[in-house]
């Protein structure tokens, strides 16, 4: 709750008080004199009111504004320039003579009010965001993804270090790169994420750098770059690959000297950010291609970080359905549903091409339709559309474990409509069911 | 001025405050229309109550009229805050008249001055509302730079409903470039801060627009339940407008499953909600999806007067990338027939269709 404090010696004005206080949202404490206050209640502001005393008052302010307290107004009725400025040189934020400035006044303290709930606000949110991008949130105990995340806790301590993350969709890199700023030292500074494929040539350089006013023809107003937003915190290039080789050589530039500077502009700026790319591409093939710079992807690999792919965690799948089912549920409002024996054989042998984020869905698809208990067939196994040649089925597999996918998939295709699916995949539903009811272990899964 | 009428000024303020508060805009109206223009003009912080007013009761005009008298007097002043607010008022005032062109000139020049001044509110709030001129403009890359900007700006003042709505709106333009992993973690990362602070009504937002990218992705039974989850939160917070975007979206998939008679009852009910609320940009989504389904059905007529309903208030509301997309979408559909419509050139008024999407105060 936000607090208005006013210390005042005499009932000058003692009217306007509940009325400040209303407008800004505040709970009011009136007291005589400061030693009265409780030092434990946080205050979002005070008023000091010496009307009639504003000579005599000056080491009163002096004292209230030693304690490091800010926010602080005094309120005189003499409109002078001299007492003005001798109540700011005590320290007081402002001084307001009233009546002449009550409605300034009234400004004063709503604006110190939101300002002050604004900071509330922003440290509620940092707390959260540490919490939510925790590296124990990063859940498995595969070798893999225990040495990703022991690498990037590494890079805390280093938080200048470049780190590259790499793994295919879905695996996770946004929230590795989220934990490594909000549980660093740059974590009350910026994240700002710049996904390279998403901005076209024309655009990247500008949104990079920044711009002067007049520096192209549609460049009506100066805007400083994303790297200069970013300036003490961290700056995520997420497909780092898709950046085009002129702009490469200027961001190795950048990485080298800690500079940048806008387009049009003679002056460079220095910056400090933390550059965490990340790229579902092989760079070492792309740099053999001519296609990648050599330069950037050894600046850029200082700190590389590899996240698996799912289909090679398969100790964790269970674990990551675990959690995922506790919080949809918990998002939904609804009680966790059983999980069928052949659901969970399933959830352990797909190859998951969509990677974590795949399995979520599945998760959130199985909560959203009301599953219970959710069977093989509840979770939606259809190839993301965007990842090029993206397969539902195991391979490299025997092909016993091959037809037992497909046909799996083709009861989810079908809705659970097994005669269709049968029909679809030129079987009997007999063979069907055979393929269907593979237990798990039997074909070396 | 006596300490009398003083306290005069500060009891007027109150009132008006909670007025606002309660969102009671024909109240407020009604009790500063006694105010005369010179007093208002002398006391802009009561005067920006009245523009505010105005602009939600559909008096644009007015209200355009007294923000431009109350800017000068506040820069006279030199009342920077107040001039700041008043500069986000007339951009979406001019956006609401469909002069796009001048609205994202004025949030250009607030972006700038209040980046100098390290203002993050102001920041936030320009960012915000110049990702969706650009995004109705057409130009989905630059949507998505702004809406970067706002969500480090939002971040740093901790204003969770700020982040639900850069976030849901870069869902919807990453939807839009077909870039649909992005899309589906921006709208997540909406429902978790949504979730957060309660916002039922922007939880079901985002289940509409998640519903739309299922829907993309081929899972027609997951974007009907998302769509319906929402149309139960809207039914329940009382929220036609909500509503009716939840029918749209069901009758999208309805039309995705072959089932022609259940999209156009879908439509229909989203037509009524939209009209009902005065949503013009929804109407015209909606009568866009009409023509699509019309024409495939066969009902020549219908589709035509379904066609010329949506442009009609597309080029109204001089949403020009919206035109585009749909001149597109028909030339797909059949490229060897264009309807024959004629387009109107006016630009007249747009609509406070987006104002549960901008920044203002």
């Known amino acids: 709750m936000v607090r208005l404090v006013v210390i005042s010696a005499s009932d000058a004005f003692e009217e306007i008080w509940p009325v400040l206080a209303h407008d800004a949202g505040a709970e009011l404490t009136v007291v005589r004199e400061v030693s009265l206050l409780d030092p434990q209640e946080t205050h979002c502001a005070w008023i000091l009111s010496v009307a009639g005393e504003e000579d005599r008052s000056i080491p009163a302010v002096h004292d209230l504004a030693r304690t490091g307290r800010s926010g602080i107004a005094v309120i005189g009725a003499v409109d002078s320039a001299r007492v003005a400025t001798a109540m700011l040189k005590a320290g007081a934020d402002d001084y307001f003579a009233l009546p002449e400035d009550l409605i300034q006044l009234r400004n004063w303290v709503v604006d110190t009010a939101e300002a002050y709930r604004r900071r509330q606000d922003s440290e509620s949110l940092a707390a959260e965001h540490r919490g939510q991008y925790d590296f124990s949130r990063i859940v498995g105990k595969s070798p893999g993804i225990l040495a990703a995340i022991d690498t990037a806790a590494h890079v805390i301590a280093s938080p200048g270090a470049t780190v590259l993350i790499s793994g295919e969709t879905g695996t996770g890199k946004e929230l590795v790169a989220q934990a490594i700023h909000y549980n660093g030292p740059r974590a009350a500074g910026p994240f700002v994420e710049i996904n390279c494929a998403a901005l076209p040539r024309t655009l990247l350089e500008g949104e990079l750098f920044g711009y002067e006013r007049g520096a192209f023809t549609d460049a009506r107003i100066a805007k400083p770059g994303l790297l200069e937003v970013a300036n003490r915190g961290t700056v995520f290039l997420d497909e780092v690959g898709e950046l085009p080789l002129e702009m490469q050589a200027k961001l190795l530039k950048v990485i080298e000297d800690r500079k940048v500077r806008r387009l049009g502009s003679v002056k460079e700026q220095s910056i400090d950010v933390q550059i965490i790319a990340a790229t579902n591409l092989s760079l070492e093939d792309a740099v053999g291609q001519g296609r990648f710079r050599a330069d950037l992807y050894y600046r850029l690999s200082v700190v590389p970080i590899r996240l698996p792919p799912l289909r090679e965690r398969h100790e964790d799948v269970l674990l990551l359905t675990r959690m995922f089912f506790e919080q949809v549920c918990r998002d939904h409002r609804v009680p966790i549903p059983k999980l069928s024996h052949d659901a969970e054989w399933f959830l352990r042998s797909h190859s998951w091409p969509g990677n974590v984020r795949e399995l979520r869905n599945a998760i959130e698809r199985a909560v959203i339709m009301r599953r219970d208990p959710v069977s093989a067939a509840d979770f939606s196994v259809d190839p993301p559309v965007q990842n090029g040649i993206a397969s539902p089925f195991p391979f490299p597999a025997s092909m016993r474990t091959i037809m037992r996918s497909a046909a799996r998939s083709m009861v989810t295709h079908c809705a659970g409509n097994k005669s269709a699916a049968a029909g679809r995949l030129g079987i009997s539903r007999k063979q069907l069911y055979a393929l269907l009811s593979d237990p798990p272990g039997e074909l070396g899964d | ?361």
């Not at chain 2, 559909?58 to 007294?66: E, H, I, V």
């Not at chain 2, 036609?240 to 009910?269: C, F, Q, T, V």
């Not at chain 2, 585009?324 to 630009?347: I, K, Q």
């Open chain 2, 1 to 361: 001025m006596s300490l009398q009428s003083k306290y005069q000024i500060l009891d007027l303020l109150r009132s008006v405050s909670d007025l606002k508060q309660a969102g009671d805009y024909l109240g407020l109206s009604s009790l500063l229309s006694e105010v005369s223009e010179e007093e208002l003009l002398r006391k802009p912080e009561i005067g920006i109550y009245l523009v505010i007013a105005w602009k939600n009761i559909g008096r644009s005009k007015s209200a355009l009229t007294l923000v431009e008298k109350l800017s000068r007097s506040c820069t006279r002043a030199g009342n920077e805050s107040l001039v700041w607010r008043l500069l986000n008022l007339e951009a979406s005032l001019r956006f609401y008249l469909g002069q796009i062109d001048e609205a994202g000139h004025l949030w250009e020049r607030l972006l700038s001055e209040a980046a100098a001044a390290h203002n993050s509110l102001q920041v936030a709030w320009a960012v915000t509302n110049l990702g969706i001129v650009s995004d109705v403009r057409g130009r989905h890359a630059d949507a998505i730079t702004y809406y970067s900007r706002a969500i480090v700006a939002y971040t740093g003042l901790g204003d969770c409903l700020g982040l639900v709505r850069a976030h849901n709106n870069m869902g919807i333009t990453y939807r839009q470039l077909g870039v649909f992993d992005k899309a589906e973690a921006h709208f997540l990362r909406a429902l978790v801060y949504a979730r957060d602070i309660g916002a039922e009504r922007e939880i079901g937002l985002c289940e509409v627009e998640r519903s739309l990218l299922h829907c993309e992705l081929g899972d027609l039974p997951l974007a009907e339940a998302n769509a319906r989850n929402a149309l139960a939160r809207f039914e329940t917070l009382g929220d036609p407008s909500g509503e009716g975007e939840a029918y749209r979206a069901l009758g999208i998939i309805a039309e995705r499953m072959g089932n022609r008679p259940s999209a156009i009852e879908h439509y229909d009910k989203a037509l009524d909600r939209a009209r009902q609320m005065g949503r013009k940009l929804l109407e015209a989504e909606v009568l866009e999806e009409l023509y699509f389904v019309h024409r495939q059905g066969g009902g020549h007529e219908a589709a035509v007067v379904s066609v010329e309903g949506a442009l009609r208030l597309y080029l109204e509301m001089g949403a020009t990338g919206r035109v585009d997309r749909l001149v597109r979408r028909m030339t797909g559909v059949s490229p060897a027939d264009p309807p024959d419509v004629p387009l109107p050139d006016s630009r007249a008024a747009l609509h406070r269709e987006l104002q549960h999407r901008l920044a203002v105060p």
